[in-house]
């Protein structure tokens, strides 16, 4: 039995809409050399802003059961209101999505803290983030330790704008480029880890193609203006188990991969 076919009857059980899928490639993606950064935060009282932050983690993080200490470490570093459009700054510790412009949003806390733990990633490990945003949950990843980060987002700008933030943050080692990320980013392929934050009708199979034996996958799938279903993903061999970890909600998964008007590569 093909493993593709494997791949699917298996996700057919497990209840996921799998989508046709041919197996051509995009063309080549743009990679960012970060310049300046593109949002600007108000001045503000970082002492301030850090209790802001760890009693966001402790009261919709560490009460809802994320135990892993080391995301843990992540969520109470990482300044998520460094992230935000200035006019978001001062909702960013709240326990809820925000806008980032185009259509786009950066996740809630909690869902990026679960996310996170979810693709259980050990030290030495290679992670995918489809779907930069404003560069918010790659920093998150970048913060675990010993984690090579690469992050593809398709909205130019968005993808601009994140490059040149982590950049000035400090997130030197976290690798932006911009392009479709339904088909991953085959260069640096195989991953022990993709974590997706927009939402297909169905599992996009060149990301199940570049995962390790092993490898995890964490993504929510499901019909653009409603709920999805958060799902993990693991590759063993030739079969992938699934793993229905409960409803979410995020934004489309967009670009010409999701859509099925795949284009062959020059």
């Not at 995009?26 to 932050?53: G, H, I, K």
């Not at 909690?110 to 779907?131: D, F, N």
């Amino acid at each position: 039995m093909g493993r593709t076919h494997i791949w699917r009857r298996l996700i057919c059980i497990a209840g996921v809409v799998i989508g046709t899928v041919a197996c051509a490639s995009p063309s080549p993606p743009m990679e960012f050399t970060p310049t300046v950064a593109t949002v600007s935060t108000p001045a503000f009282e970082e002492d301030a802003r850090m209790e802001e932050r760890l009693r966001m983690v402790e009261a919709t993080i560490v009460q809802r059961n994320i135990a892993d200490p080391d995301v843990l470490r992540a969520m109470r570093t990482v300044q998520r209101h460094r992230f935000v459009p200035a006019e978001y700054v001062e909702q960013a510790y709240g326990d809820h999505p925000l806008p980032i412009g185009y259509g786009q949003t950066i996740s809630q806390p909690y869902v990026v803290a679960w996310m996170t733990e979810r693709l259980e990633l050990q030290a030495g490990e290679k992670v995918l983030e489809i779907g930069t945003g404003s560069g918010y949950q790659a920093a998150v990843l970048a913060e675990l330790g010993d984690i090579e980060v690469y992050s593809i987002e398709i909205v130019a700008e968005l993808a601009e704008q994140a490059a040149a933030r982590l950049s000035d943050l400090g997130y030197t080692g976290v690798q932006v480029k911009q392009g479709d990320g339904y088909y991953g980013w085959e260069e640096h392929a195989p991953f022990d880890a993709i974590i997706v934050t927009a939402a297909p009708d169905h599992l996009p199979s060149p990301l199940v193609a570049q995962l390790k034996d092993g490898g995890r996958l964490i993504i929510p799938i499901g019909p653009q203006g409603s709920f999805q279903s958060l799902w993990q993903f693991v590759k063993e061999g030739d079969e992938l188990k699934a793993y229905n970890l409960g409803d979410v909600s995020f934004v489309p998964f967009t670009g010409a991969g999701a859509e099925g008007a795949l284009t062959p590569q020059p």
